[in-house]
C-alpha cells in the first residue's frame, strides 16, 4: 500500500534548524512531484515547498524563500526539506505529498493525491 512517512520534527529554538524527510514505501518517487505543507492550529494548509520529479523545478512560499531547501534522493525514495532560522512562525504540523506528474510542480493541496500523516515542528524558547 502506498505509504509517505515524515520524520524528523520536533523542538527548535529560533534561529535553529531542522531537517524533515519524507519516506515512500509501496511506490516509487521517480515518477512523482512532492510537496511540504504545513498547518498551524486554526489555520489552513499551505504549501511550503515543492520538487519535481527530476528536481530540475523547485518552488518555495515567499515566506521561507532563502531558509528553506527541498531536495530529493530517488535512489532512496526520499525527499528533504532543510529548514534554518526557524521562526516561531514556522510551528505546525508539516507534511509530504505526491502528486503524479510529468514536469513542474505545484503549491496547491488539491493538486496532491497521496499524502503522510505530518510531524510537528515547535519552534519556541
Known amino acids: 500500500q502506498p505509504q509517505l512517512v515524515e520524520s524528523g520534527g520536533g523542538l527548535v529554538q529560533p534561529g535553529g534548524s531542522l531537517r524533515l524527510s519524507c519516506a515512500a514505501s509501496?511506490?516509487?518517487?521517480?515518477?512523482?512531484?512532492i510537496g511540504w505543507f504545513r498547518q498551524a492550529p486554526g489555520k489552513e494548509r499551505e504549501g511550503v515547498s515543492c520538487?519535481?520529479?527530476?528536481?530540475?523545478?523547485?518552488r518555495y512560499a515567499e515566506s521561507v524563500k532563502g531558509r528553506f531547501t527541498i531536495s530529493r534522493d530517488n535512489a532512496k525514495n526520499t525527499v528533504y526539506l532543510q529548514m534554518n532560522n526557524l521562526q516561531p512562525e514556522d510551528t505546525a504540523v508539516y507534511y509530504c505529498?505526491?502528486?503524479?506528474?510529468?514536469?513542474?510542480?505545484?503549491?496547491?493541496?488539491?493538486?496532491?493525491?497521496?499524502w503522510g500523516q505530518g510531524t510537528q515542528v515547535t519552534v519556541s524558547t
Open positions: 505529498a505526491a502528486e503524479l506528474r510529468t514536469y513542474g510542480c505545484m503549491l496547491s493541496v488539491s493538486q496532491y493525491g497521496y
Open positions: 509501496g511506490f516509487t518517487l521517480n515518477y512523482f512531484a
Open positions: 520538487i519535481s520529479k527530476s528536481s530540475d523545478i523547485m
